[in-house]
């Protein structure tokens, strides 16, 4: 085993070399990888659909590149042996055709498992940028990609090692692969604070991922002197076009067409679309009777009630006793006194109605137990807006957990890449921020307005009837607009 056998090796082992370039990609992959991962998780996807969808990309960008640097290159050589087509140690992949194979894997994984192709590719593509200024520093090493012949004047200001490296054919060529990796990380720079401050699009982040890298590739190609023809053109110039073109008029379009996606929207129950709350302060009001002193359940207890898992507040208040018993008693005094206390809220059966006659599809998430949801909504004949009834009881994690969200989108058939979250509480507007979904915020007691705030839901509103004025609206129905 030798380190560094020479100036394009990192390691060889016998015959077998791990070249510097290999390296180098592996590294850029690396850092786009943290960045997608990150994304990746604040909209709400776990680490395997990350994993699959990445290494399938992968795998497909590889063989893409390979092909089309071949098909380009000179088809007559490259395919009149596999060997010389396999043989991808000393370089030769074309970066085009990699995005173009990573693509068409990227567009039968989404399909298959209901996910948004454009919120996956604006979490992917500007984060490709890091990769690829990283990566340009192999074709350093490989000394390609270089640009027209200089004189040596040219690198009085350069440090030596690019100086030296950049001496080929008995020449001084321009660094044409330094230039595109400072746009590219320029670019990888821009986008992410477009996606922080400019309010973007689903679909913006990749559109702006094309328009930048075809340009800059059309202006670096001008440049360069290796490049791949067809028909007397360069074929990365025609390739770059391409690139603005579909880039421009996809970021046009996504403000020019509403789509006609409807987007699934879930309800919290208690306090959101039934005026629960007198059952429940009444239920615990029994437990404390029970197993400690009323007087302790003071104001500032029955406000904290409203909203988290019983199993969470009944280990904060009753620490000494079964949990088993507790949920017991507290669900028989709910459900014997549910009729005569609970209420719709304000326009709740109104709002439910018009959503179902336009055609939406609607669920349940509560920290409730099903029977008890489906049985607070027919009495008063709204169990027939649900599609579906997501229970405490139905997930093994509670809100600010997004089991629940995601529990019901997958029964609806569908992801969770369209979905609207309402909620009243903060551990509601948690729980959509963690799915990734968009959040609306009741404000139905005003006492509970500060915690429900620093939850930051996309909308408060303090009438449900208003839910109809914000679907008019060409929004991105996402928390985090990806």
């Known amino acids: 085993m030798q380190f560094f056998p ?27 990888y943290w960045f997608v991962k990150r994304d990746f998780k604040e909209n709400g996807y776990v680490d395997d659909t990350l994993d699959d969808l990445l290494m399938g990309c992968l795998l497909c960008g590889i063989i893409g590149a390979r092909l089309w640097y071949c098909l380009f290159s000179d088809p007559a050589y490259f395919f009149s042996d596999i060997s010389h087509l396999l043989n991808i140690r000393g370089g030769g992949l074309a970066i085009q055709g990699g995005l173009m194979g990573g693509c068409l894997f990227g567009l039968y994984y989404t399909r298959k498992r209901h996910i948004s192709f454009f919120r996956i590719a604006d979490m992917i593509f500007g984060n490709m940028l890091i990769s690829q200024a990283i990566g340009r520093w192999g074709n350093f090493v490989n000394q390609e990609a270089f640009g027209q012949i200089v004189s040596e004047s040219y690198y009085q200001y350069f440090p030596s090692f690019i100086k030296d490296r950049m ?70 110039r025609i390739i ?83 949990k088993e018993v507790l949920l017991k008693d507290y669900r028989e005094h709910n459900w014997n006194i549910h009729k005569d206390v609970v209420t719709p809220m304000k326009n709740a059966k109104e709002l439910l109605a018009y959503l179902k006659d336009e055609g939406y599809k609607l669920g349940i998430v509560s920290t409730k137990i099903k029977d008890v949801c489906v049985y607070g909504l027919s009495i008063f004949e709204m169990d027939k807006y649900f599609d579906v009834v997501i229970g ?44 990734g979904v968009y959040a609306i915020g009741y404000l139905f007691d005003k006492r509970r307005e500060e915690a429900l705030l620093s939850a930051k839901p996309n909308e408060v509103i303090d009438d449900l009837i208003k839910i109809e004025d914000i679907l008019k609206e060409n929004k991105t129905w996402t928390y985090n607009m990806m």
Not at 6 to 32: C, E, M, P, R
Request: proline share 4%; net charge neutral; aromatic share 14%.
């Open 6 to 32: 020479n100036d394009k090796s990192f390691l060889a082992i016998g015959g077998f070399t791990i070249q510097w370039y290999a390296i180098l990609i592996l590294i850029g992959i690396g850092v786009s």
């Open 167 to 236: 001496y080929i054919d008995g020449a001084y060529r321009q660094p044409t692969f330094l230039w595109e990796s400072v746009l590219d990380l320029l670019g990888f720079i821009l986008i992410r604070l477009y996606r922080k401050y400019g309010n973007p699009k689903r679909g913006d982040q990749t559109f702006l991922y094309l328009i930048w890298y075809g340009t800059s590739r059309f202006i670096i190609e001008y440049f360069r002197t290796d490049n791949l023809m067809i028909g007397g053109f360069r074929m990365s």
């Open 392 to 435: 405490q009881d139905e997930v093994t994690k509670g809100k600010p957990d997004p089991e629940g969200i995601f529990k019901a989108c997958k029964q609806l058939n569908m992801g969770h890449d369209n979905c609207i979250y309402v909620g009243d509480s903060k551990t509601d507007i948690l729980a959509a921020k963690n799915a």
């Open 240 to 322: 770059a076009l391409i690139f603005v073109i579909l880039g421009i008029s996809g970021f046009v379009l996504t403000r020019v067409i509403k789509s006609k996606e409807k987007p699934v929207i879930l309800f919290d129950l208690d306090g959101t679309l039934l005026n629960t709350e007198p059952a429940i302060i009444a239920s615990y009001k029994y437990l404390f009777e029970k197993y400690d002193k009323v007087e302790n359940f003071d104001e500032a207890k029955q406000v904290e009630v409203l909203g988290p898992p019983l199993t969470v507040m009944f280990e904060k208040y009753f620490p000494n006793v079964d």
